[in-house]
């Protein structure tokens, strides 16, 4: 068998789909001599007949009916991928923890319209998110175990609040403190019982509440019912707002923090833009 032509099968799929060489040669913009020529010639190369040729019409052959089957299926494949990559070219799709999306990105859209007009970005969230190899996918983890390319973050802990509730001392008043537990068993705990030690602090002087998302641990110190201790990057907007303050005391390093899936895989301008500009915020 010689070579086969793309060009050949791709004439050949869209006379099957049509039923007619006059046809396929309209949507293929050629002339139907071009289209009966490229059969041919296909037929020619797997020495055996595709179409079954009558004075005006003709239909697929047995053979040709199983390699329509396949040609169909193959260029609906690569068109879909095509207009996969398309939409990729033409909108950011980013994959990442609800916490950072609802803490950090979303309250920065507005700052990204201004800057980076022509940067459509959708997000999806969860915290077992199937990988999309088109999306950028952020994820919260021990930084220390990915490459440098990769991190975004390293995490400082501290404790944040509204300043009605900063005014109460942790000596005299036991306040209600709002920490975080990850879902994910695999992550190292919040630094909480480290930045207690580190504080000269004990547990008995706070009413400490587990949510299993930070983003509700905030949630709760913005409507003034406790302190949250927390992560620098997912409190900056509420800090630089000034719906809450941090506490004076010492921050808790870790090794947590935020990173990219992926980060040398090959990208988009545009997303390759928008990580430029959530380095320069993260930063």
Request: charged residues 20%; proline residues 4%; aromatic residues 8%.
């Given at each position: 068998m010689g070579k086969i032509s793309m060009q050949a099968?791709?004439?050949?799929?869209?006379?099957?789909r049509h039923g007619s060489f006059k046809l396929a040669a309209q949507e293929l913009n050629i002339s139907a001599t071009a289209v009966s020529h490229h059969i041919s010639n296909l037929e020619?190369?797997?020495?055996?007949?595709?179409?079954?040729?009558?004075?005006?019409?003709?239909s697929l052959t047995d053979t040709g009916t199983?390699?329509?089957?396949?040609?169909?299926?193959?260029?609906?494949?690569?068109?879909?991928?095509?207009?996969?990559?398309?939409?990729q070219a033409q909108k950011v799709k980013v994959q990442t923890t609800s916490s950072f999306a609802a803490q950090f990105l979303i309250p920065r859209l507005r700052i990204l319209?201004?800057?980076?007009?022509?940067?459509?970005?959708?997000?999806?969230?969860?915290?077992?998110?199937?990988?999309?190899?088109q999306a950028i996918s952020i994820r919260f983890g021990e930084v220390q175990k990915v490459a440098q390319i990769a991190k975004l973050t390293l995490e400082l802990f501290n404790l944040y609040g509204s300043k009605e509730i900063l005014r109460k001392s942790p000596n005299k008043d036991r306040i209600k403190v709002y920490v975080p537990k990850w879902k994910n068993p695999l992550l190292p705990s919040p630094p909480w019982q480290q930045w207690l030690q580190k504080n000269e602090l004990t547990e008995t002087a706070f009413d400490v509440v587990y949510f299993d998302q930070e983003s509700y641990c905030i949630d709760e110190a913005i409507a003034g019912s406790g302190l949250v201790f927390c992560s620098s990057t997912l409190i900056k907007h509420a800090v630089s707002s000034k719906i809450l303050s941090q506490c004076n005391y010492s921050a808790q390093p870790s090794q947590l923090g935020y990173y990219l899936v992926s980060p040398l895989a090959s990208k988009t301008q545009k997303q390759v833009q928008f990580i430029h500009w959530l380095s320069a915020q993260l930063n």
């Amino acid at each position: 068998m010689g070579k086969i032509s793309m060009q050949a099968l791709k004439v050949f799929d869209v006379a099957a789909r049509h039923g007619s060489f006059k046809l396929a040669a309209q949507e293929l913009n050629i002339s139907a001599t071009a289209v009966s020529h490229h059969i041919s010639n296909l037929e020619s190369r797997l020495n055996i007949a595709l179409f079954t040729r009558k004075t005006r019409e003709v239909s697929l052959t047995d053979t040709g009916t199983f390699l329509a089957k396949a040609t169909l299926s193959g260029f609906s494949t690569i068109e879909n991928a095509i207009n996969a990559l398309d939409t990729q070219a033409q909108k950011v799709k980013v994959q990442t923890t609800s916490s950072f999306a609802a803490q950090f990105l979303i309250p920065r859209l507005r700052i990204l319209a201004t800057s980076c007009p022509d940067l459509e970005v959708e997000i999806a969230t969860g915290e077992q998110l199937v990988h999309d190899p088109q999306a950028i996918s952020i994820r919260f983890g021990e930084v220390q175990k990915v490459a440098q390319i990769a991190k975004l973050t390293l995490e400082l802990f501290n404790l944040y609040g509204s300043k009605e509730i900063l005014r109460k001392s942790p000596n005299k008043d036991r306040i209600k403190v709002y920490v975080p537990k990850w879902k994910n068993p695999l992550l190292p705990s919040p630094p909480w019982q480290q930045w207690l030690q580190k504080n000269e602090l004990t547990e008995t002087a706070f009413d400490v509440v587990y949510f299993d998302q930070e983003s509700y641990c905030i949630d709760e110190a913005i409507a003034g019912s406790g302190l949250v201790f927390c992560s620098s990057t997912l409190i900056k907007h509420a800090v630089s707002s000034k719906i809450l303050s941090q506490c004076n005391y010492s921050a808790q390093p870790s090794q947590l923090g935020y990173y990219l899936v992926s980060p040398l895989a090959s990208k988009t301008q545009k997303q390759v833009q928008f990580i430029h500009w959530l380095s320069a915020q993260l930063n």
